[in-house]
């Protein structure tokens, strides 16, 4: 299994960018897909998950408004579109999957933003801010 990060670079405050992940390997139909980031000096913190029920996003609050998750089945890809940056964003952002339950309701995706114990993790694409 292989996901590969691209998308990230340099960007100035208020600026976009949109982040994508390909992934090998992978049963995607069978893993929910996130979003984490590990600022420099700081542990790492997950940004958002998306929902394989209704492709509902789910996002911890600092990037709530800003960040948008989205994937595409068919190519089995996963996104993050970066609005209105800022310095705080900077970071190397990571794409991850971990494998859904058999039986489970929206609720668990928020869970998941709460946890880090993923099953694949890409090598991460660094995203700066400057201000």
């Known amino acids: 299994v292989q996901l590969v990060e691209s998308g990230g670079g340099l960007v100035q405050t208020g600026g976009s960018l949109k982040l994508s992940c390909t992934t090998s390997g992978l049963a995607f139909e069978d893993y929910a897909m996130a979003w984490f980031r590990r600022a420099p000096g700081k542990g790492r913190e997950a940004v958002a998950i998306i929902s394989n029920l209704d492709g509902s996003g789910y996002y911890r609050e600092p990037v709530k408004g800003r960040f948008t998750i989205s994937k595409d089945n068919a190519k089995k890809m996963v996104y993050l579109q970066m609005d209105n940056l800022k310095p705080q964003d900077t970071a190397t952002y990571h794409c991850?999957?971990?494998?859904?339950?058999?039986?489970?309701?929206?609720?668990?995706?928020?869970?998941?933003?709460?946890?880090?114990?993923?099953?694949?993790w890409g090598q991460g694409t660094q995203v700066t801010v400057s201000s």
């Open positions: 991850s999957a971990i494998r859904i339950p058999g039986a489970h309701g929206n609720s668990w995706y928020r869970l998941q933003l709460l946890r880090d114990k993923y099953d694949y």
